[in-house]
């Protein structure tokens, strides 16, 4: 069962997206900050990371600049409110392998999640 990590400061949408995604198939854990996100991972193996980029303290980005200094073997599909052309490009150049907008469709969000973890499995 593939594991999920839910990374996103809206503990609501958490909670939520976690039991959604948990009824399909998916081991699903979430987290409300940037800090306790690259905590989890020093403890935990993941293979997918739901990544918002607006957070207080340390936003996403910062997140991605760090994954990619840790050389991470995980996929992380930014899922974001914020979304436009210039983030979504400047995600993919920092190791991102999607880009979902808020609100999301659930059902188009588990297609691109399946598609992101068959790809390179």
Known sequence: ??????????VNLCKVLAEELAEVGFSTHYVTSADDALEYIQRESIDLMLLDLKMPE????????ELKLRSVHFKVIVLTAYADVVSAMEAAHMGATDFISKPYDFDELVITIRKVLQKDA
């Open 58 to 65: 340390k936003d996403g980005f910062e997140v991605l600049r």
């Open 1 to 10: 069962m593939e594991s999920i990590l839910i990374v996103d400061d809206d």
